[in-house]
């Protein structure tokens, strides 16, 4: 005859795996984009097949991403400085030293 399991008394904690606690779903969903972004960028660039295409596929991601990088910062052309904390490399702004490269010359 089977026996019936006796509750331990214990209860079981159960999270929403939806949404962790504490965690800023905007924050969470625009890393992951980010990083899609960054990652996907990347790989588009450096597998092209000889020097010539990875520097066009280079132009035209950076064709692409500056209109946002100038939306996000609300920069209109020349208009705005980088604010205090972060330097102006070719346009846009960082929080880190600039690498000057004959490109962008």
């Known amino acids: 005859m089977a026996t019936k399991k006796k509750p331990s008394g214990k ?4 999270y929403n795996l939806k949404r ?3 965690v800023n ?3 969470v969903v625009l890393r992951t984009y980010l990083d899609s972004l960054e990652l996907g960028a990347l790989r588009f660039v450096l597998s092209a097949p ?3 295409g990875k520097h066009e596929r280079a132009l035209k991601v950076e064709e692409l991403i500056k209109p946002v990088i100038d939306f996000v910062w609300s ?3 020349e208009e705005m400085d980088c604010p205090e904390g972060y330097i102006d490399c070719h346009g846009v702004c960082i929080s880190y030293p600039c690498v000057n490269m004959p490109y962008y010359e």
């Open 11 to 14: 209860t079981k904690t159960t």
């Open 20 to 22: 962790p606690p504490n």
């Open 25 to 27: 779903k905007d924050y």
């Open 50 to 52: 000889t020097a010539k």
């Open 75 to 77: 920069k209109k052309k």
